[in-house]
């Protein structure tokens, strides 16, 4: 079982849909949950980070983290074309290193 | 403007040569990693480093070296024992004092192709 699976998509949506990314992970050790989105043939952005369980909001953005069952999601609430892009999801906190675990991505298009 | 940059933006190589890609960042950020990235594939981590004149391998570090001997910069050489080198590679920073060491930074990546 790999330590993260993310479901590649490709997941194209119309716009204004809500969008449902998510990841499931195996090491229970993971404290740290973060969302990059990636343009293409650019470096990852930072979205959003939660630590440990809950909801964390910010606009259009909705990033859950669900602890007991290893499972981690982002909603996209209005999607907009400028939406598409990669999202990558990504985990730490395991043994004291610094080191981050990455999802392969979901490819994410909104079609106008 | 505060950032990390990464140059060149693409490069080409022969097979058999070294080469170096550079990372460098203005946010004063402690601890910088180096990533690979191949279609279809997560960011595989290569090599990181913590504090200057220290670093430790990744993933998948055969092939590479790297140094830290100024806190803003973190050059990686892709030597020729890399076996595939061609890979879109990426450095990112992350900064102790922000109180959540695992946000990184991304930089805009260097697209190798080695032919």
């Known amino acids: 079982q790999k330590e993260v699976e993310q479901d590649p998509g490709p997941l194209s949506v119309p716009e204004g849909a809500i969008v449902s990314l998510n990841c499931t992970y195996s090491?229970?050790?993971?404290?740290?949950f973060m969302w990059y989105r990636q343009y293409s043939r650019k470096g990852p952005e930072l979205l959003m980070y939660?630590?440990?369980?809950g909801n964390k909001e910010d606009g259009r953005f909705t990033a859950q983290v669900d602890k007991s069952s290893k499972y981690i999601s982002l909603f996209i609430r209005d999607s907009q074309p400028s939406d598409s892009a990669t999202y990558l999801c990504?985990?730490?906190?395991?043994?004291?290193?610094?080191?981050?675990?990455f999802g392969k991505g979901t490819k994410l298009t909104v079609n106008p | 403007d505060g950032g990390i940059t990464q140059s060149p933006k693409y490069l080409f190589r022969k097979e058999g040569q070294n080469v170096t890609l550079s990372c460098e960042q203005n946010?004063?950020?402690?601890?910088m990693y180096w990533y690979r990235q191949d279609p279809g594939q997560g960011l595989r981590l290569i090599y990181y480093?913590?504090?200057?004149?220290?670093?430790q391998k990744g993933d998948i570090a055969e092939g590479y070296s790297v140094s830290r001997e100024k806190k803003e910069s973190f050059p990686l050489t892709v030597t020729s024992a890399q076996k595939n080198p061609t890979a879109f590679y990426l450095c990112?920073?992350?900064?102790?004092?922000?109180?959540?060491?695992?946000?990184?930074?991304f930089g805009p990546g260097t697209r190798l192709t080695v032919t």
């Open positions: 990112a920073s992350s900064s102790w004092a922000s109180g959540n060491s695992y946000e990184q930074y």
């Open positions: 090491n229970s050790a993971f404290q740290y």
């Open positions: 939660t630590y440990s369980s």
């Open positions: 990504a985990m730490g906190g395991q043994g004291g290193s610094e080191k981050l675990v």
């Open positions: 946010l004063n950020h402690d601890a």
């Open positions: 480093s913590q504090i200057v004149n220290d670093f």
